[in-house]
């Protein structure tokens, strides 16, 4: 204060200069691993894919568009429930930098998991005792 700088106005500012690779390395990665049973799924997408794609951009910066290109390439490579698994982690990231007040506005917000999983036929079980396969078909 004796310089005319505010520590709480500096530390603010500098929380809304983290990149998404220290945001995720800081916060995002601890608070799944000690609260997500399948967190190791999730660190292999970020880094793996989300880190090379976002890792140096400040969390601020990172706009709707650049979040749907990267769901477009990821399904275009992968498959669309892909996609979807990763932008679920994504939507989670941000949600956490959100309520952490790292940002200001989710950019996520106008980014939807559009691909939808195939359906799949359930065979036999007590809601479907008739669909059973036999080794006759």
Not at 26 to 39: D, R, V
Not at 69 to 97: C, L
Request: with cysteine; glycine share 4%; aromatic share 8%.
């Amino acid at each position: 204060l004796s310089q005319g700088i505010d520590p709480l106005v500096e530390r603010d500012k500098k929380d809304n200069n983290l990149t998404f690779r220290e945001f995720v390395e800081q916060e995002y990665i601890p608070y799944i691993k000690s609260n997500k049973k399948t967190w190791q799924d999730d660190l292999s997408k970020i880094e793996k894919h989300m880190i090379p794609t976002f890792g140096d951009i400040p969390m601020s910066s990172i706009t709707v568009r650049a979040l749907k290109n990267y769901q477009t390439r990821i399904k275009n490579r992968n498959s669309p429930s892909t996609s979807n698994r990763h932008m679920t982690v994504i939507i989670s990231i941000f949600n956490q930098a959100l309520q952490y007040q790292v940002i200001d506005k989710n950019p996520c917000t106008g980014v939807i998991k559009k691909y939808k999983e195939p359906t799949r036929e359930v065979c036999g079980g007590p809601q479907n005792p008739n669909n059973v396969l036999s080794s006759d078909s």
